[in-house]
């Protein structure tokens, strides 16, 4: 077994769900307007640890046995009006239009529709994008109904004993030789796949037990796979730090040509509305389900621990989104520095080609009496004077408007002190005049009020 053969992206684990050799009840599923738009999978728990795949008939489990059945909704361009008829397509009968409604909507939503408790945290970016998170949940006592968009990493079943991260691996060589006692080579690009997850596989799964361990083991699957996105993001930026210190100018410039951080700003800032999304409805699940006789304690604990979780992944996701706009202003501030060099630049030149401007356009002027030409005609031997004369008359004109601010401030100031010291001097004298007038009367040195 190769694990280069392994595809990077998740098609490949849900084909496997439906290859899989888990006993299947029934797979009669029923024909839909759409076929092949949606992915559907069921299952029947028995409530001792194991599962089957069943038909897609939406019948809620009897007695300890309950159900579960899951529609993946495709990732691409779409209106959320479609998405809402292909949820009627599958899930129309027995569900009504208020829960399809509940299921399919924007926003977070808790709360009981038609006696079952639905919950949802459908981030409302597009559909295509890798940053749009969406997932809804109907749940009673017997029976799970879930809504993703896309596939959620380790969301399903898969057989014992076919996870991949059990297996003993070897570094691939460039003979293609393996050491003794592995079974599995494994290749660069596979190994950066395998470190952006930060959970087990399928195959590691427990099986739910109970309608509770299901509730959280949906929500536990949803919580990764965000934290797998922050991962991602925490690797692409380290590269993207790396090529920064090592890189020159063609790639800061083409950096900012792509408008990469901003962009990925953005993402970050959808993610942190996906998590705010589940710090408001899982602490209300939690909540509500508290109060369910089928919802273990246990379970109850579980949902408070994931909910830390989420918001210890926000301030994570703060400390990249302040990462992202240090990056970006380090490159606006280079970008800068790089305008005001080429400005210099230009100024030096400019200083360069003024004096040869002004001599040129002085000689250059269409008028008589310039010096050193071959102008004689005594009628026009005082223009070039008189042109001269009116130059100057206009320059000593723009410096005193340039100037006379200044001017008129120093002269105000100027006013205002001599104003001051003429005022301190005639009370200096006036309190003299009094106290000596004081002291020839004997008064005893006091004034009279």
Same mark, same amino acid.
């Given at each position: 077994?190769?694990l ?16 899989s ?5 029934e ?34 489990? &009897? ?13 691409? @361009? ?12 599958v ?19 808790c ?61 691939e ?31 590691? &799964?427990?099986?739910?037990?109970s ?8 929500? *536990? ?30 790639l800061?410039?083409e950096?900012? *040509?792509?408008?990469?951080f ?10 942190l509305q ?7 409805v ?33 301030? &994570? ?14 490159l606006?501030?280079?970008q ?7 400005l ?14 002004t001599?040129?356009g ?15 005609d005594?009628?026009? @031997? ?68």
């Amino acid at each position: 077994m190769d694990l280069a053969q392994i595809q990077p992206a998740g098609d490949r684990e849900m084909e496997e769900m439906d290859s899989s050799t888990v006993p299947i009840l029934e797979n009669n599923f029923q024909k839909t307007h759409f076929p092949g738009m949606v992915r559907q999978k069921s299952y029947i728990f028995d409530g001792h640890g194991n599962y089957y795949n069943k038909e897609w008939d939406l019948i809620e489990g &009897n007695g300890k046995q309950f159900c579960w059945y899951h529609v993946e909704l495709p990732k691409g @361009k779409q209106k959320l009006s479609q998405s809402a008829q292909h949820l009627i397509d599958v899930l129309c009968p027995p569900l009504k239009l208020q829960d399809i409604l509940s299921l399919v909507s924007n926003g977070p939503f808790c709360g009981h529709v038609d006696g079952a408790l639905v919950f949802r945290v459908n981030s409302p970016g597009p559909p295509s994008s890798n940053f749009t998170f969406r997932l809804a949940a109907r749940v009673t006592e017997n029976s799970v109904i879930t809504v993703s968009l896309g596939r959620v990493p380790r969301l399903g079943f898969s057989p014992v004993g076919r996870s991949l991260l059990s297996e003993i691996p070897s570094i691939e060589t460039p003979r293609r030789e393996r050491q003794q006692g592995s079974s599995i080579v494994i290749r660069e690009h596979v190994l950066e796949f395998l470190l952006t997850m930060n959970h087990s596989e399928e195959a590691d &799964n427990p099986v739910p037990k109970s309608v509770s361990n299901l509730v959280v083991h949906v929500i *536990d699957t949803h919580v990764d796979h965000l934290q797998d996105v922050v991962t991602q993001l925490e690797m692409e930026l380290d590269s993207v730090e790396l090529e920064l210190d090592q890189g020159g100018f063609a790639l800061k410039k083409e950096m900012l *040509d792509d408008r990469r951080f901003p962009k990925m700003h953005l993402n970050l800032q959808r993610l942190l509305q996906v998590i705010a999304h589940g710090e408001q409805v899982f602490p209300r699940v939690k909540e509500k389900c508290s109060s369910k006789h089928w919802f273990a304690s246990e379970d109850i604990n579980s949902l408070e621990e994931l909910i830390g979780r989420l918001r210890r992944l926000k301030e &994570n996701v703060g400390f990249l989104a302040n990462r992202v706009t240090a990056i970006q202003a380090g490159l606006d501030s280079w970008q800068s520095e790089q305008i005001n060099r080429k400005l210099y630049y230009l100024s030096f030149l400019s200083i360069i080609f003024l004096p040869l401007s002004t001599i040129t356009g002085v000689f250059g002027m269409n008028v008589g009496g310039v010096p050193w030409t071959v102008q004689k005609d005594p009628a026009l @031997k005082d223009g070039f004077r008189n042109v001269m004369v009116l130059c100057l008359a206009m320059l000593i004109l723009v410096l005193l408007c340039f100037i006379f601010p200044a001017l008129y401030s120093r002269l105000s100031a100027w006013r205002q002190r001599r104003s001051l010291r003429r005022n301190w001097s005639y009370n200096r004298r006036s309190f003299l005049r009094r106290s000596v007038g004081i002291h020839e009367s004997g008064s005893g040195g006091y004034l009279k009020i």
